[in-house]
């Protein structure tokens, strides 16, 4: 019965374009890819690129609703069509994308999961945490890899598993359990939100692959097709120097590549079935990745995370556009 | 002497527990400045709550369309006293509570129904449900009573399978089973389907006192009204309710409260709620988790409201006794 219900769920995009508006699975708030400022505007790298499909489909980053969903919640929202696309730090994983009747789209953002203790214990790799008490939260791919990681490396410990993100770090800086375990971006912004961050240090080693991948449901490819591509203007952009200031220069180029791109020459629109400014529409209102990592996750941020992996490929980094051709 | 020895002890334990808050909350707490403020001091940090206070209590109601609140608020207040306070029959007073939610949901239509987030939701689902679920409850309750066959056993069935279920059960049901289980192409919004979770279970609560009412009201009552040759909805509507539900006001103004917090309940099927919203607050690195002063203000928040019902709900007793 349920897995029936999925494949009727074909035509998301027609859905979206009648209804004038994206809805958009988002989180209930996590640093640096969506939460809610204190005016009441969402903001994040997952709301950035919920904002680039709904520019990309409906022209507009204003035509999308964000539905806030909790980590046990999220892929029934989208199994039931609640959302139109999840976009929820969610780490791709094969049983999700087989078992749970959803497909994912391009990693947006490789993260891995890292464990964070206070200096005072004096632990320096994650071997010295052997029978050690650690928090983590349920639902989420973490407790499983901590498990995985111990077990490989006959390490003892005691999980401490509470449902809520807060309420774990609560248990943590209040002695509950001697380390906690998430991924390296949440742990950074967990830090950052201490009384005393300066007493706290995250393990450099990583336990895991996080790769975190909108998803859609299983069944509708022509939908695949537009999230995974709207992803790929915004890396193909940043390799080729488009930004969302400078975008309205490039409409001169005489470069095939950018001509095609920006839908001066034949675009690409009609393969997706959108006009063939989508993607010039994409970059203009929310601009390429860099732009997306630095607004919400760099240096200039609270975060101050470092590209790292998510550099370019030209860079040494995992984010590579495939050709638009 | 033992007297003021035990005097003495006891404001010596009372002074030692609430040191500890007293210093936190006043004396050392920041009540305005940033978070760099905030981390100089020990005590509460109220500038985040200060800060924060719009987002806990709307959410994301966008910013210039808050003087709809205001035509929200002076209607949901003025009902609400006029509900408790006048003297006119009930089935005035809930006329105007309806006409009232009418209203309040045309001030609130220009903003989508997903923003109307944090104290807006929960007043608006508290109030609408327990609107219907008034009515509804007191209609199976008196078909439990009097009704025969098919209508008493549907009545039986519906209040003791609600009953037997948790509120969370329900809600999740109608959040995530639901929708699984439509036809293809329906679609029925989420608000609604949490409202039908709350009615039914409200009024199934509900139903269960009234027909305590209902028994209380004699057999005689009802042999009098018969040799007057009153009508049966006549006698019902006369005779028999006035003399079941009045009484019963108190109970269901109970019920109302415990809705009132249950619908913090809505948090966990994503509905952002008060307190979802004050995690959402929470979620800022400008400002560091401050979860305790964000969740001490919906506590306030909280019992503002259910000591305001539970006040009214007194004087509705007060007078009830008077009659």
Redesign the interface.
């Known amino acids: ?2 897995a029936q ?1 999925f494949n ?2 074909a035509g998301t995009l027609e859905k979206v374009k009648k209804r004038g508006t994206l809805i958009c699975g988002v989180s ?4 640096g890819f969506s ?8 903001q994040g790298l997952d709301v950035d690129f919920c904002r680039a499909i709904s520019l990309a489909v409906l022209g507009s980053k204003e035509k999308v ?6 980590a046990q ?1 999220r892929f ?2 989208l ?4 959302v139109d696309v999840l976009s929820r730090n969610t780490t791709r994983i094969l049983s999700r994308d087989t078992d749970l009747g959803i497909n994912f789209g391009p990693t947006i953002f490789y993260d891995g999961q890292s464990i964070m203790v206070k200096k005072k214990i004096k632990v320096s790799k994650v071997k010295d945490l052997n029978s050690a008490t650690i928090c983590v939260q349920t639902g989420t791919t973490s407790e499983l890899n901590l498990t995985d990681y111990f077990l490989e490396n006959k390490l003892k410990f005691r999980p401490l598993v509470v449902e ?1 993100n ?1 309420e774990v ?2 248990a943590f800086l209040a002695g509950r359990c001697d380390a906690i375990t998430s991924d390296s971006s949440q742990l950074a ?1 967990m830090r ?4 005393k961050p300066e007493e706290l240090m995250i393990l450099e080693e990583r336990i895991s692959k996080e790769p975190l991948s909108p998803a859609v449901r299983h069944g509708d490819d022509a939908w695949l097709d537009i999230v995974s591509w709207v992803f790929y203007v915004l890396i193909e952009a940043e390799e080729l120097g488009i930004n969302s200031k400078n975008v309205d220069s490039f409409k001169t180029s005489a470069r095939p590549r950018v001509q095609r791109l920006l839908g001066i020459s034949k675009g690409h629109g009609s393969y997706l079935k959108l006009d063939d400014k989508w993607a010039y529409k994409v970059i203009k209102g929310v601009g390429n990745y860099q732009e997306f990592f630095d607004r919400n996750l760099g240096e200039k ?3 101050k995370l470092e590209r790292g992996v998510n550099r370019l490929w030209t860079d040494g980094g995992l984010m590579y556009a495939m050709p638009f051709r | 002497m033992s007297k003021l020895f035990l005097n003495f002890f006891l404001l010596a334990v009372m002074i030692f527990i609430l040191k500890g808050p007293f210093e936190w909350l006043v004396l050392n707490s920041v009540w305005s400045g940033s978070s760099s403020d905030c981390q100089m001091h020990t005590g509460a940090c109220l500038a985040f709550v200060r800060d924060k206070m719009d987002l806990i209590l709307w959410g994301t109601f966008p910013g210039d369309k808050r003087i709809l609140l205001c035509g929200y608020f002076l209607s949901f207040f003025a009902s609400l006293f006029f509900f408790f306070q006048s003297r006119r029959k009930i089935e005035v007073k809930f006329g105007v509570l309806l006409f009232s939610f009418v209203l309040e949901s045309f001030f609130l239509w220009p903003v989508s129904i997903s923003k109307w987030n944090g104290l807006l939701l929960v007043l608006y689902v508290f109030k609408g449900s327990y609107l219907v679920a008034f009515p509804l409850g007191l209609f199976l309750a008196v078909v439990r009573r009097y009704g025969k066959g098919f209508w008493r056993m549907g009545s039986i069935g519906l209040i003791e399978f609600v009953r037997g279920m948790p509120l969370i059960g329900l809600l999740f049901m109608a959040s995530v089973m639901l929708p699984l289980f439509l036809p293809v192409g329906w679609e029925i919004p989420k608000i609604i389907r949490l409202f039908g979770a709350y009615i039914l279970f409200v009024s199934a609560t509900l139903a269960e006192i009234f027909r305590g009412g209902l028994e209380q009201v004699g057999k005689g009552q009802m042999d009098a009204a018969n040799s007057l040759g009153l009508r049966w909805p006549t006698t019902l509507m006369k005779i028999i309710l006035p003399q079941a539900v009045m009484p019963m006001m108190v109970p269901c103004v109970n019920v109302g409260i415990t809705l009132f917090k249950d619908t913090a309940l809505m948090g966990i099927v994503s509905m952002m709620d008060l307190t979802m919203t004050s995690k959402m607050a929470l979620k800022d690195l400008d400002w560091g988790g401050y979860v305790t002063e964000s969740y001490l203000f919906i506590t306030l928040v909280y019992f503002f409201f259910c000591f305001l019902l539970s006040y009214l709900g007194n004087c509705l007793r007060k007078r009830a006794v008077i009659h």
């Open positions: 019965m349920v219900s009727l769920h209930t708030g996590i640093f939460s809610v400022d204190s005016k009441g505007n969402w609703k964000f539905v806030s969903l909790s919640q029934t929202a199994q039931s069509g609640e809520n807060e770090f609560k912004a950052l939100g201490a009384p941020t609270k975060m």
